[in-house]
């Protein structure tokens, strides 16, 4: 390591040459305040670091052992009185045949990551609050302490034997450890994008908390993760999930596996059998539809506002160079999407093309009214022009990028709540319904001071 940075010109009596004594302390200064910078720099670090493992270990909810298991309730719905009932389409016969029923209360949405989950989660919550129905909610936090698999002792006020109607906040799904809060009729909903797609929104989100991506040092560091990803990736690397078949991940899968491995094909054909409805991102009001068709819910309950939107000036338009190897890398995924991509247009068949196109513009009519009754503007708008702190959506680190919305001044009486629900971002959402989400608030104070 050199201590003398610039050629000094002239020779050693030249005046602006440094004495003997400067140029020692020059060279043991440096490097030691250097060395203070980075002490102080570990030992916050570590310090918060702690704080967090600290915090985490204090929040996680206590998992109880030989506790007896008590059945939970075939189903624990409220159902309105007296008995509500709609015309729809019947799915399994022709698109004309017609039936009467009642709105199905019980269901498990597992929220996968970066699928326009949120919006949809709006719309849970809404429905929920409309019925009366009772949600399996996390505590201390908005999600079920994802990355651990599910466990039923993770919900709020869980005790042995209670039953719930709706779980839909974010975790790494377990089928048994759900079973055990739900009622065995819970109708199970997902929703999946096009891997590409999603590799690329997942990487702008969380990339800045995987730390194998510290290392890409150019402007475009997703095409540089993607020219060989095998160069950053290590599948013990913390955060790593959020680079590689993240749906997978989700389902409780692991993703790091050989795409051809048999295991594969199983785990798909379980999801298969255990999800009845698996939505796409693509064709996001298609998939409400079939979801209205399967729950016979009311078009009504399906109207919603794209939350957790993105800046378009940040979305990195991928080439087909690049989506080729974001497929290619996240294998598995494609594998998943490809299966319900096929099941979900089967289903479209059997409900009638036809009354589908049909459906779908009514739902965009309501959805233009409702954007014309509630938003300022008629349009989202940047992070920094959200008027209202509760407008306000989460950000990811460093980032300024996901969008909001302005509620109209002076709507009228009948809609305002609604057209206000509509609009509230999810962890807002889940404040007003009272979930404890200290730890998340606690994080979100941490960036303000850090500026992060």
Known sequence: MSFLPVQWKGDLHDSNFPSRSNLATMMVGKPVRQWKSVCKGLILGGLLTTCMILLYCLSAPEVHFGLQEVPVPFSCAHRPSPPHSSTISNSSHHASAQRACS???????????KTASSTFLNILFRF?????????FPNSRNDFFYPSPFHHSQVKDCRPGMCFNIICNHMRFNAAEVAKVLPADTTYITILRNPADLAESSFHYFGNVVPLTWKLSGEDKLGEFFTDPELYYDPEGFNSF??????????????NADPNDPKVEVAIDAIAKRFQLVMLVEYFEESLILLKDALCWDMEDLVFFKLNARKGSTISRLTPELRA?????NAIDWKLYQYFNSTFWRKVDAYGRELMAKDV????????????????????????????TSMQPWQPIGEKSIMGYNLKKNIDKSHRKLCRKMLTPELQYLTEMGVNLWITRLWGHIREIIHW
């Not at 513009?361 to 209202?388: F, K, P, Q, W, Y």
């Open 325 to 329: 190897k974001a497929l290619e890398w």
């Open 361 to 388: 513009m009514e739902l965009r009519r309501r959805n233009a009214e409702m954007t014309s009754v509630c938003i300022e503007g008629g349009h989202a708008v940047d992070a920094g022009n959200i008027l209202e």
């Open 242 to 255: 959020y680079l590689k078949n993240l749906l997978f991940f989700d389902f409780g899968e692991d993703n």
């Open 103 to 113: 709105p199905k209360m019980d269901v498990m949405f597992l929220k996968t990551h």
């Open 128 to 136: 929920g609050e409309k019925h009366h129905l009772k949600f399996a």
